[in-house]
């Protein structure tokens, strides 16, 4: 079954004279979100862990725990936490915490950080990148087997026999992977259902990790398990207006990531490339975004689609509205076109 859900990564919002509101602001703000993302449908709402003055999300399990007490159905969970910096002990424990909350509907993404702000945040070297994230999802996938943990490593204190609370019933845990061949089989060879982050380039370029996935999971001797895609996009009601309001919040938030991450600085030739059928962003009416969706989630062999909304300078009322479009016009058009 296809599912569809939201990721955000809390970027601060506006208000309608463009000036930023306050972190206390922007989370209230995304709470109302989640709440709406509930009420038009949507199967999941998931916050993605940032440690920065723009992006100050940096306890999305808290944040998910507040939406939990207001909805009943939608699936909550991480887009993506930053397993590499954090104590897979703990992780496990705040989200089996929100599993029970919210009644079971608790789901995690776990990444090795292409925002790498945590690693100097929890003292971490990012000489140890690799390593961090190899032994930390080895020792989260034998905590999410429940039951006594035994498991011994480099970057941690070992575990013998050791009960971890609170148990509750397991939830689905996923891998995200922007790149790299290696976090995809290592998704397959732990059991984790693989989420595709495409950021930047044609989609299709995905298609031989979700390939590689399949045949990972059968040589693990595993059975199935989903596929998802994870990009960013705006919906408004022309494809227009869409792309006039995203364009200079896009441009903003690429040229500030470039000087630290190599990023070219955007130009409206390369948005125009990006924003049409063969760009990574879903940006426009609902019928072009859904028809989008629709044509990459079939050539990836996806079954779930989060669309990563907000970007830093977007109001809390433009935000509500591509919500809203998003889980009352483009999901069902979805849909429709992959019945």
Excluded: C
């Excluded at 970027?11 to 206390?24: C, I, N, S």
């Excluded at 602001?25 to 949507?42: F, H, K, Y």
């Excluded at 845990?173 to 595709?196: C, D, E, K, N, Y």
């Amino acid at each position: 079954m296809n599912t569809f859900g939201l990721d955000t990564f809390g970027d601060v919002t506006h208000d309608a004279e463009g000036r930023p509101l306050t972190h206390a602001q922007t989370i209230r703000n995304l709470v109302e979100q989640g709440v709406l993302a509930d009420q038009v449908g949507l199967d999941f709402f998931g916050i993605g862990e940032h440690h920065t003055p723009d992006m100050p999300l940096s306890a999305a399990d808290v944040v998910l725990a507040a939406i939990a007490a207001r909805t009943s159905r939608i699936r909550l969970g991480s887009a993506v936490t930053v397993l590499s910096s954090d104590d897979p002990v703990r992780v496990f424990q705040r989200f089996s915490t929100l599993n029970a909350v919210s009644d079971g509907r608790a789901e995690i993404i776990l990444g090795r950080g292409s925002s790498v702000d945590s690693f100097p945040l929890f003292g971490y070297d990012l000489a140890d990148y690799e390593d961090l994230f190899e032994e930390k999802t080895h020792l989260f996938a034998e905590l999410v087997k429940g039951g006594p943990v035994t498991w011994q490593g480099k970057t941690r204190s070992s575990l013998h026999e050791q009960d971890v609370v609170p148990f509750t019933e397991p939830f689905p845990t996923w891998i995200g992977v922007g790149g790299s061949p290696q976090s995809v089989v290592r998704a397959a060879s732990h059991g984790f259902s693989l989420m595709l982050a495409i950021i930047g380039g044609h989609p299709g370029r995905f298609a031989p990790f979700s390939e590689l996935y399949l045949h990972a999971l059968e040589k693990f001797g595993r059975s199935p398990l989903p596929i998802g895609i994870h990009s960013p996009g705006h919906v408004a009601p022309t494809d227009e207006e869409a792309q006039e309001e995203f364009w200079p919040h896009y441009l903003d938030m690429i040229s500030r990531l470039g000087r630290t991450r190599g990023f070219s600085t955007p130009t409206p030739e390369s948005y125009a490339h990006e924003v049409g059928p063969h760009g990574a962003l879903f940006v426009g009416s609902p019928e072009t975004v859904a028809a989008k969706m629709a044509r990459t989630m079939k050539t990836l062999r996806a079954s779930r689609f989060d669309l990563k909304y907000g970007i830093g300078g977007l109001s809390h009322e433009s935000l509500m509205r591509t919500i809203q479009l998003y889980g009352t016009e483009v999901v069902p058009r979805v849909r429709e076109l992959l019945s």
